[in-house]
Each structure stands twice: as C-alpha cells, then as structure tokens.
C-alpha cells in the first residue's frame, strides 16, 4: 500500500458507504467514471444539497475507490453489509495515510493486548506523536486536530467498528470472511488486514 502525506483533509469528508456502493454499482453495469460524474451533475445521483457538495463526494468516493484494485467490485458487490463496509473502510485507509496510521497504530494496538475500548485521551496522544514526527501535522492548530479526531471516531463507527460512546468508545473487532481476507493478502493490503484484524 502507497503511503502519502499526511493531510487533514477528513475534516470535511464523510464515510460515504451508500454513496461508495453506488458508484460501484454503476461501475459493474458498465459505467466508466466520467460517465458517472455526468450522471452525478445531471442527476444529483447523492442526494447532495449542492452542487459543490455533490462533486465533493464524488470526488472522495472516486479516488478512494482508484487506490485499491478494480477486482474488488466482484468481491464487494457479493458480500455482506458488514463486510462491504470494511472495503470502504480499506479504501478510506489506503486514501488517507494519517487515518491509516491511527487504525494501525492505536485500534489495532488495544486489539492486539486485549483491550476493547479507545478514548479521547488516545487519540490526543496520537496526535502529539505526529506532530514531534512531521513538520506538517506540529503547523496544525488545535481546532484542526479535534476536527480531525472527531472525523476519526466517525469513520469507525459507521464502519461498525465502534460504538458511538462519548469520550470513550467500545472497539468491535470485525470478521473478516474468507473473500475479504483473500483479496486483502492478494493485493499487498496485509498491513490493513492486520489493522482490521488485531493482529502483529
């Protein structure tokens, strides 16, 4: 998996499960990107409240969707509702490397020695290990990082990986299924797989 630069672009990004499902939808029937960011425009295909709303998602769905390998719209479209969340979850992380970093780096660390719950505490000291490590992340302001905390506690959360507690949140450790794991391992995603799974 690529890494790239940090960003704190999730600031103003969703989950977009039903959104992400759609668009491969349409991908399996044919369609090619460019046809189904016409669509998007002409139809408002997302429901969007406006138009620079509606271009925004289609433009996070569509690259978090071309960082991982088009074989996985086979595989998502014949699994379960939980499982296809964890492929948008996947493509989140291999889109937004910080996000990946802290999935990897705190979630999967209390899976790995039994501990089934992450607080606000966690993801501030997640954050003050960044930004003694990159220059970009130590620019960023206080008011930045606990927009980006709080996006982070979101994503896992519809990805049904958490709880919606308050300060502090109940870790669901998920069931790969065999498919998933498989095309994980079969496109150099171990290290997702791991993050996903609790695992060294």
């Given at each position: 998996m690529k890494k790239k630069e940090y960003s704190a672009g999730a600031v103003k990004l969703s989950f977009w499960f039903m959104e992400f499902r759609k668009v491969i939808c349409l991908l399996n029937q044919g369609k090619t990107f460019e046809e189904i960011k016409v669509l998007n425009r002409k139809q408002n295909i997302f429901g969007a409240s406006t138009v620079d709303r509606a271009d925004t998602i289609y433009n996070t769905v569509v690259a978090r969707i071309q960082c991982l390998s088009s074989s996985f719209y086979?595989?998502?479209l014949h699994s379960d509702i939980a499982t296809q969340k964890l492929f948008v979850l996947t493509a989140v992380m291999a889109h937004d490397t910080l996000f990946f970093d802290f999935v990897y780096e705190i979630i999967r660390e209390k899976m790995i020695i039994g501990i089934?719950?992450?607080?606000?505490?966690?993801?501030?000291?997640?954050f003050k290990n960044k930004q003694v490590q990159s220059k970009k992340v130590a620019c960023w302001t206080d008011?930045?990082?606990?927009?980006?905390?709080?996006?982070?506690?979101?994503?896992l959360f519809e990805a049904g990986m958490t709880d919606k507690g308050k300060t502090v949140r109940v870790i669901y450790k998920p069931i790969l299924d065999a498919p998933f794991r498989q095309w994980l391992t079969g496109n150099g995603m171990e290290l997702v797989m791991n993050a996903l799974a609790g695992v060294r």
């Open positions: 086979t595989v998502f089934n719950e992450y607080a606000d505490s966690d993801i501030r000291i997640f008011a930045t990082l606990a927009r980006l905390g709080r996006c982070y506690k979101t994503m």
